[in-house]
């Protein structure tokens, strides 16, 4: 007998909204869930924002939230890195907004510092860890400094490791694209991943939720993060096709998700055939 679904871990870009609107269904199915009862938590990889801002986006698109129902994989990587290494010289690839998150959980970030320098080749002495994110104001410059310090032993951090974000007018580079890049340049790889498919992202979701992972289902559109973190967790997993995956993404994976629905509308009915 399958276990009862009571809660679930929605992921936001590509499955609830796209851009500024929200996808066909998501407002409401996600009023159904809650009416049914069904604890709902929304898990981004993407570190734009705060928790507090994309529970207002939700909001205006019509799914009441508050920050306390988004985990976001800067906030996760604030979280455990407050709590295990809160000493640490980061240098940051990333926007504005994850340096003030970081900064947020009380850690040591040096990016003035460095950003500051006029020498062609920077020497970030002091650099203990870099961390990379989705940045779209990315440079050489940047990428430079996280360079000599990954060189110099500096570790090697990520909040999320996602090829492409999925936008209106079509996909844009994130921040694997960059780690792939320091990866191959320094001879190195992560030490440390925040975002899906971590089991760091998937430990506190569990928490949020208070239920065991048998009665969680993991609703995504990415095959290779969404659906794999929910695999490894021992989830039920459904991919949506409202964006990066395709029907065809699904039929040549190893493990295919449990379900494949065209968006968050067929949830419900998903839920009540299960029963």
């Known amino acids: ?125 002091g650099v203990e860890a870099v961390v990379v994110a989705f940045d779209r104001t990315l440079t050489y410059r940047k990428l430079n400094t996280a360079y000599q310090a990954l060189k110099r032993g500096a570790r090697f951090f990520a909040t999320n490791a996602d090829k492409a974000c999925p936008m209106p007018g079509g996909a844009i580079p994130d921040a694997g694209g960059t780690i792939a890049a320091l990866e191959a340049m320094t001879g190195r790889q992560l030490d440390l991943l925040a975002g899906k498919p971590s089991p760091l992202i998937t430990q506190v979701a569990l928490q949020r939720l208070n239920l065991p992972p048998e009665r969680v289902m993991m609703v995504g559109d ?16 459904a991919v949506t096709l409202t964006g990066v995956s395709k029907r065809e993404d699904v039929a040549n994976v190893s493990r295919p998700p449990d379900y494949v629905i065209d968006t968050l509308g067929d949830l419900p009915a998903l839920l009540a055939a299960r029963h």
Not at 225 to 231: S, V
């Open 1 to 125: 007998m399958r276990a009862p679904i009571d809660g679930l871990i929605l992921d936001l870009d590509g499955t609830v909204y796209l851009g500024d609107s929200a996808l066909p269904g998501a407002v409401e199915t996600i009023a159904r869930l809650r009416a049914l009862g069904k604890r709902v938590l929304f898990v981004s990889n993407k570190p734009l924002e705060t928790r507090t801002a994309y529970a207002g986006k939700l909001s205006r698109l019509g799914i009441p939230a508050s920050a306390d129902d988004v985990i976001t994989s800067a906030f996760v990587l604030g979280f455990y890195l407050a709590r295990t290494e809160p000493h640490l010289k980061l240098y940051v690839i990333g926007e504005d907004n994850l340096i003030r998150e970081l900064r947020d959980h009380g850690l040591n970030i040096v990016n003035e510092f460095l950003d500051q320098d006029a020498m062609e080749v920077i020497t970030p002495y």
């Open 222 to 237: 990415r095959l290779e993060t969404d659906i794999f973190m929910g695999q490894q967790a021992g989830m039920t997993t």
